[in-house]
């Protein structure tokens, strides 16, 4: 009887699947402690499960999933996974939101900025060429940063920046409302954005809209000596406009932490310029602990027959 008692249990209790190449027990163990009550499986030869919890899956992965009730993206970006063409149409797709992420974007974008306000690379030239060359005083808010892309990301970082005494203007697809920040949305305010940035970075989701966004033409429309920082997808740079850029030190230093094809390939031109600093797309990681906790949370939401926040908009791309 209690065998009997106990497969039942097993049969109609929820199923997750953790399906990613890291930390895939971590998500596992972290998931249990957060339900329970559901059966977590990992892998991709698991049952048909009520919700995923994915990244980079494999690409047959809907054909065995075939009821799912909704699925979740370990990631902020969901670019790879609408590009997967089984996805199921009406299958809510729910991203990351935040998760400790914003804090990691704000350290990566204070570190850039406070290089490049205090003229470091510049000093470094210095000590290499042996002269003694200080710099007239610079203050903070004579230092002009645009944040492309104000969501749960880049609207941290355009806050702290501007929190920091920078003088931050943001940039996103509707009109947006920041303390301390000045925002311009929509692609006619973008130019009068680029125009007056010392620095500019990118926390834009990869779509049709973004795809290509930083090109020759709105490079050229940077001071000159400017910085560059891509933390959101390499796809919204174009990587020769990109490097003309820099050669004609239009922008003076790159940060590059994402890439079109990613691990970059070897001999790409980035790895050796000696002005672009590079990062294997860690601005900011998903740490499972604190995201488990979001997911788990949804999941008894979507249970009840909530709404979530986080799902995509299929039609925006993000
Ligand atoms: P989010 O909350 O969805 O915010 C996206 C922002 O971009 C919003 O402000 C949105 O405008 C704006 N935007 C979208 N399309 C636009 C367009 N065509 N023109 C102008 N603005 C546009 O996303 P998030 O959580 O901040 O994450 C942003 C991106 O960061 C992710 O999509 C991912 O690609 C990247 N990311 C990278 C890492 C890394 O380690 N490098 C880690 C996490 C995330 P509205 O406010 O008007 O909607
Ligand atoms: C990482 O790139 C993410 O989208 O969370």
Not at 164 to 176: D, I, L, M
Not at 181 to 197: N, P, T
């Amino acid at each position: 009887m209690a065998v009997v008692f106990i497969r039942l249990a097993l049969q109609f209790a929820m199923k997750i699947l953790v399906c990613t190449a890291k930390e895939q027990e971590g998500w596992r163990a972290a998931l249990a402690d957060q339900l329970p009550e559901a059966n977590i499986y990992v892998g991709h030869d698991a049952p048909s499960c009520d919700y995923a919890v994915v990244w980079k899956p494999p690409d047959n992965i809907f054909d065995s999933q075939r009821s799912l009730k909704a699925l979740f993206s370990l990631g902020a970006g969901v670019n790879r996974l609408l590009a997967y063409p089984s996805l199921p149409q009406d299958l809510p797709l729910v991203r990351m939101e935040d998760c400790g992420m914003a804090a990691q974007m704000v350290e990566y974008a204070l570190y850039v900025a406070l290089r490049h306000y205090r003229r470091m690379p510049f000093y470094e030239q210095a000590q290499l060429n042996g002269h003694w060359s200080p710099q007239p005083l610079r203050l903070r808010s004579e230092f002009h940063i645009s944040v492309l892309g104000l969501g749960v990301l880049g609207g941290s970082v355009a806050r702290a920046l501007a929190d920091f005494g920078f003088t931050v203007s943001g940039w996103s697809r509707s009109p947006k409302s920041l303390p301390g920040v000045r925002c311009g949305h929509g692609i006619s305010e973008l130019e009068a954005i680029l125009s007056g940035s010392h620095a500019v970075f990118l926390l834009l989701p990869l779509t049709s809209e973004t795809a290509g966004l930083i090109n020759r033409r709105r490079l050229e429309q940077l001071p000159i000596g400017s910085v560059v920082a891509n933390l959101s997808r390499g796809e919204v740079v174009d990587d020769g406009a990109l490097l003309s850029a820099l050669d004609g030190w239009r922008v003076a230093e790159a940060h590059l932490d994402v890439f079109e094809h990613e691990p970059l390939a070897p001999g790409h031109p980035y790895w050796t310029h000696p002005r672009v600093s590079l990062t294997p797309h860690i601005a900011a990681l998903t740490p499972y602990q604190v995201a488990a906790g979001q997911v788990a949370e949804k999941i008894r939401r979507l249970q009840a027959g909530d709404k979530v926040s986080g799902v995509v908009d299929r039609a925006r791309g993000y």
